[in-house]
């Protein structure tokens, strides 16, 4: 009996199921299938968060895992000092990223570095929100598949 | 989905030499090959010149949906490699008078074809036919490339399951800047879309977003056209064949009306299938 009425208030069928599964196979697909789009990601990422920090660009890796529900955009990009000062109100043009990393001068003390290798990764917790618009950016990349097979 | 179906519709200015389509899928099993058969002898019966070429080398099956196997002669290969000539090898249909086949090699392997040859090939079949109809093979790899080589437009046929729906995106990269990329979602169960058992129409194109051609229903009629080696299209009595004339009327530049959803039988219908209707 309750199954029943559980049946009638829940009418989804294993289509619901199948349009997830889809979207998340495709959005991966797309992602595996689009290198230039994840690096240029990966280089706005870096020069938005060089206007706080000291970032060491060689080591900056971004990732995606699939999860159950959801892809996950995972960002290991190691800071090496702070900035002396936070950037001006209105930032100036990021696209060239900061010159190489200055010499340490005040914050340039052993146990600073130390501190600053600890690489800062954007996980789970932060991720529900970053993932939704990444997702909805998806169907931008839709058949963009040029990669060769 | 309606505003990109006004795109196919508009009348193409009269070409030159004819056009080649080729039917690809990615996923194997989807009906390219009973897609192929059907479009093609649907164009013929207007009128048309039509050639079907099995690009399928090693698994040929076109000639079987067709009806023609036991007329096969020479194939593709033969025709590449000088051993036949296309007039040789080109097999007249039994019902159609302007319908051709060109079968695939089945003995040879897709690695066999010679890439440019196949170009070549596909050029001068369509200085002697209105339509030249690719059938593709499964996959992504030298079979595909050797399909798709000679062909200005494409339709992809896909069918409303996850895989389906992944390997056509990939197809659709892989086809890149065509005249023409069409759809037709094959082996729709309306009773099933309306359960939500089934991804629908508009599920499918929400991801592949092509001008839709064409919606086939999931009906015993084609499996026992495919036994009998006979294309529905052929049969006036059969919806699911006024569903193919009606995809070759869009792709002509006939027919201008939207596709139509295949809907569920009616219960006299299905009285009348119980009573031994016209499938067996």
Same mark, same amino acid.
């Given at each position: 009996?309750?199954?029943?009425? /559980? /049946?009638?208030?829940?009418?989804?069928?294993?289509?619901?199921?199948?349009?997830?599964?889809?979207?998340?196979?495709?959005?991966?697909?797309?992602?595996?299938?689009?290198?230039?789009?994840?690096?240029?990601?990966?280089?706005?990422?870096?020069?938005?968060?060089? /206007?706080?920090?000291?970032?060491?660009?060689?080591?900056?890796?971004?990732?995606?895992?699939?999860?159950?529900?959801?892809?996950?955009?995972?960002?290991?990009?190691?800071?090496?000092?702070?900035?002396?000062?936070?950037?001006?109100?209105?930032?100036?043009?990021?696209?060239?990223?900061?010159?190489?990393?200055? @010499?340490?001068?005040?914050?340039?003390? @052993?146990?600073?570095? /130390?501190?600053?290798?600890?690489?800062?990764?954007?996980?789970?917790?932060?991720?529900?929100?970053?993932?939704?618009?990444?997702?909805?950016?998806?169907?931008?990349?839709?058949?963009?598949?040029?990669? @060769?097979? | 989905?309606?505003?990109?179906?006004?795109?196919?519709?508009? =009348?193409?200015?009269?070409?030159?030499?004819?056009?080649?389509?080729?039917?690809?899928?990615?996923?194997?099993?989807? %009906?390219?090959?009973?897609?192929?058969?059907?479009?093609?002898?649907?164009?013929?019966?207007?009128?048309?010149?039509?050639? *079907?070429?099995?690009?399928?080398?090693?698994?040929?099956?076109?000639?079987?949906?067709?009806?023609?196997?036991?007329?096969?002669?020479?194939?593709?290969?033969?025709?590449?490699?000088?051993?036949?000539?296309?007039?040789?090898?080109?097999?007249?249909?039994?019902?159609?008078?302007?319908?051709?086949?060109?079968? !695939?090699?089945?003995?040879?392997?897709?690695?066999?074809?010679?890439?440019?040859?196949?170009?070549?090939?596909?050029?001068?079949?369509?200085?002697?036919?209105?339509?030249? *109809?690719?059938?593709?093979? =499964?996959?992504? +790899?030298?079979?595909?490339?050797?399909?798709?080589?000679?062909?200005?437009?494409?339709?992809?046929?896909?069918?409303?399951?996850?895989?389906?729906?992944?390997? =056509?995106?990939?197809?659709? %990269?892989?086809?890149?800047?065509?005249?023409?990329?069409?759809?037709?979602?094959?082996?729709?169960?309306?009773?099933?879309?309306?359960?939500?058992?089934?991804?629908?129409?508009?599920?499918?194109? !929400?991801? *592949?977003?092509?001008?839709?051609?064409?919606?086939?229903?999931?009906?015993? %009629?084609?499996?026992?056209?495919?036994?009998?080696?006979?294309?529905?299209?052929?049969?006036?009595?059969?919806?699911?064949?006024?569903?193919?004339?009606?995809?070759?009327?869009?792709?002509?530049?006939?027919?201008?009306?939207?596709?139509?959803?295949?809907? +569920?039988?009616?219960?006299?219908?299905?009285?009348?299938?119980?009573?031994?209707?016209?499938?067996?």
């Amino acid at each position: 009996m309750i199954d029943f009425f /559980k /049946k009638m208030f829940k009418p989804e069928g294993s289509s619901t199921t199948a349009r997830e599964r889809l979207r998340l196979v495709l959005l991966s697909d797309h992602l595996s299938l689009a290198p230039d789009v994840v690096e240029s990601l990966k280089l706005d990422l870096i020069a938005v968060i060089s /206007k706080y920090v000291e970032v060491d660009e060689a080591a900056c890796d971004v990732s995606f895992e699939r999860q159950d529900s959801a892809i996950a955009m995972l960002a290991n990009i190691p800071i090496l000092a702070m900035k002396t000062r936070p950037p001006a109100a209105p930032p100036p043009a990021p696209s060239a990223p900061p010159p190489a990393p200055e @010499p340490p001068s005040s914050f340039g003390t @052993p146990a600073t570095a /130390k501190v600053a290798e600890e690489p800062v990764a954007a996980k789970p917790p932060s991720t529900p929100r970053r993932k939704r618009r990444r997702r909805r950016a998806a169907p931008a990349l839709g058949n963009a598949a040029p990669a @060769p097979g | 989905m309606h505003d990109v179906q006004a795109e196919p519709l508009a =009348a193409p200015p009269p070409k030159p030499r004819g056009r080649a389509i080729v039917i690809t899928s990615g996923k194997g099993g989807v %009906g390219k090959t009973t897609t192929t058969a059907n479009i093609g002898a649907a164009l013929a019966r207007t009128g048309a010149t039509v050639v *079907l070429v099995d690009a399928d080398v090693g698994l040929r099956n076109l000639d079987i949906v067709m009806g023609l196997e036991a007329r096969v002669r020479y194939h593709v290969l033969d025709v590449l490699e000088s051993r036949a000539t296309l007039d040789e090898a080109l097999v007249a249909d039994k019902r159609v008078a302007t319908l051709r086949l060109l079968a !695939a090699a089945q003995t040879r392997e897709k690695d066999d074809v010679d890439t440019q040859a196949m170009h070549e090939l596909v050029k001068s079949l369509r200085e002697r036919f209105d339509y030249v *109809l690719i059938d593709c093979p =499964a996959g992504i +790899e030298m079979g595909f490339q050797n399909a798709i080589v000679g062909a200005d437009e494409a339709i992809v046929v896909c069918t409303p399951e996850v895989s389906a729906v992944r390997d =056509a995106d990939r197809v659709v %990269g892989l086809l890149g800047n065509r005249e023409k990329v069409w759809l037709v979602v094959n082996r729709v169960r309306p009773a099933l879309v309306r359960k939500g058992k089934m991804l629908s129409v508009d599920d499918v194109n !929400a991801i *592949l977003r092509l001008p839709l051609l064409g919606v086939i229903a999931d009906e015993p %009629g084609v499996i026992v056209s495919t036994n009998k080696g006979e294309p529905l299209a052929l049969d006036d009595s059969s919806p699911t064949g006024a569903a193919y004339r009606a995809i070759a009327g869009r792709i002509a530049g006939t027919d201008t009306s939207a596709p139509t959803i295949p809907t +569920e039988p009616t219960a006299m219908q299905r009285l009348g299938a119980f009573f031994g209707g016209s499938a067996r």
